[in-house]
């Protein structure tokens, strides 16, 4: 699938295939014992749990050490602290996904001004260069998941339909152009269709803010939501509302998958591929410390998942089975052979 979005600054994305290893460049960076800190925006998510996979695996092939991995809870004032400290501590490179644009600013520009490589994920804060500032950004084609997003919801809208949007109310580029290409796509393909945008400040205030635009619009019939924890924070909420809502998300965590296989009220995901972004993000880190040039931006595509392929897109995300809940609603085990498969002419 093709990258439909641009880069922060505007740029084409570059495949994760133009930072692939080869056997010597993991000797090389073996023979020089590398270390490299992680901090994230969350160690909670299947999204995070994935990423960090990847990234320290690959890593780990190349026989660099993670030195830390930090959860910064969503919090700029808990990442600033945790750069600072490892600027001190002085890792080859540091692995970061801000958790804000302009507070975190200062911040990520003084790891690159103390000599350590900064390789960004997901978003770049405020002001910040590649190839300056940053090595470069890892991404999902973040415009592409909303275009996705909105193309899966669209079938199960009725002629003239009010839909909600979720979004994060947080300066955020990757959470930013979701919204925006789900927008764009309904107002391009279905203008028949009313939208209502509504933002939470933090995860916690989902609930509330769900209960807010259910409220206001007693017609909804559609809902979109920028990430799939919140999601199904705001299919909780409807539940207990008592109302039936078809939704869109991104992301294929658990909960959300186990959702989709039963078509309610999950009917559409885009899905990152957040263990191939962890590759990528590592591979970048060791390319640039080994001294070669890097893409500005690396984006991977998303995954168009329903229930009819929620399985087959779960094991290519995940590299594992689905859920045992998810094969049961899909009536893929607990049946008898001659249930599967019944005997022609029957």
């Not at 994060?168 to 279905?190: G, L, P």
């Not at 909804?220 to 409807?238: I, S």
């Not at 186990?258 to 993000?281: D, K, T």
């Not at 089975?321 to 049961?328: D, F, S």
Request: hydrophobic share 45%; charged share 20%.
């Amino acid at each position: 699938m093709a990258i439909t979005g641009l880069g922060p600054h505007g740029e084409r994305a570059s495949a994760p295939e133009r930072v692939l290893l080869l056997p010597e460049d993991m000797e090389r960076a073996r023979a020089s014992g590398f270390r490299v800190a992680i901090v994230l925006h969350t160690l909670e998510s299947d999204w995070a749990k994935q990423q960090l996979s990847g990234i320290v695996g690959t890593l780990g092939n190349c026989g660099v050490a993670v030195i830390d991995v930090i959860d910064c809870g969503f919090s700029p004032e808990v990442q600033i602290e945790a750069l600072e400290r490892l600027i001190l501590e002085a890792p080859d490179a540091i692995i970061s996904l801000p958790v804000a644009n302009s507070k975190v600013a200062a911040a990520h520009s003084r790891v690159s001004a103390a000599g350590i490589k900064l390789v960004l994920l997901d978003n770049v804060p405020t002001g910040l260069l590649p190839g300056k500032d940053y090595i470069s950004l890892v991404s999902a084609d973040n415009f592409g998941l909303g275009k996705i997003a909105a193309e899966g919801l669209s079938p199960h809208l009725r002629e003239g339909a009010e839909v909600g949007v979720l979004g994060y109310d947080a300066d955020f580029f990757a959470t930013n152009e979701r919204e925006i290409a789900f927008v764009k796509w309904m107002q391009v393909n279905r203008p028949d269709v009313s939208l209502h945008v509504q933002r939470f400040p933090a995860l916690s205030g989902v609930a509330t803010t769900t209960r807010a635009l259910a409220e206001a619009h007693s017609q909804l019939a559609g809902l979109f939501v920028v990430w799939d924890t919140p999601a199904m924070t705001a299919a909780q909420a409807l539940e207990t509302m008592g109302r039936k809502i078809s939704m869109a998300t991104v992301d294929l965590g658990q909960e959300a998958t186990i959702s989709l296989a039963a078509n309610e009220p999950l009917v559409a995901i885009a899905a990152q591929q957040p263990f191939r972004q962890g590759e990528s993000a590592a591979s970048i880190t060791v390319t640039a410390l080994l001294g070669r040039l890097a893409p500005a931006w690396v984006a991977l595509p998303g995954l168009a998942v329903t229930a009819r392929n929620v399985v087959e897109c779960f094991q290519t995300v995940w590299r594992m089975p689905a859920p045992h809940e998810v094969l049961r609603k899909l009536s893929l085990v607990g049946l008898k052979r001659s249930d599967r498969h019944p005997p022609r002419g029957s």
